[in-house]
């Protein structure tokens, strides 16, 4: 039975790449264990279009990061989790909008401070516009800066004693790499 939906979507091209990038670290037949352990079978051979029409499900999204888990167990999975998050944004991600150009090597040569302060409050926006994902971004200084995600596809409607937003935090290592 595939998981209640929660209302909250994530546009197609966000969960493709998602999906591609899924494949790339865990190979097609990974993945399509991976869509059948999901109660996502629908998918296999059959990725979300490459649009931004907000289609794709939250409570899917989550079925997915559930899986990981399930399959290669919490440590196996996060690491999975963050090497797709990190192909996320090298996949397409990076050309998004207010992203583009984080990739160049002048985004690159800046210190640590500077990125933060350019290209966390990007990503955000990126989330913030085209899903219906709400993310926050408040600057403590200049050394700490705290990004929140009130409304997460990564974890909706999930109850952890830790984290487990692992492809998020992917995304966000490679951006700011």
Known sequence: ?????????????????????????????????????????????????????KAFDFADFTSLNIALEDMFGPRGGRGLALRAGRQIFSGGL????ALAGVTDVAFKVLPLNAKLKVGVPAMANIFREFSD?????????????????????????????????????????????
């Open 1 to 53: 039975m595939p998981p209640e939906k929660s209302g909250l979507y994530y546009p197609n091209k966000f969960a493709r790449l998602a999906i591609v990038a899924l494949e790339d670290v865990m190979g097609k037949n990974g993945l399509n264990t991976l869509l059948n352990l999901s109660k996502l079978p629908e998918l296999i051979d059959n990725y979300p279009p490459d649009t931004l029409d």
């Open 94 to 97: 990076s050309s998004f909008g």
């Open 133 to 177: 994902q709400v993310s926050n971004v408040h600057d403590e200084g200049s050394d700490k800066i705290i990004y929140t995600m009130e409304t997460c596809a990564l974890c909706w409607n999930r109850k952890s004693d830790k984290a487990v937003c692992y492809m998020g935090q992917g995304l966000l290592q490679e951006g700011l790499q």
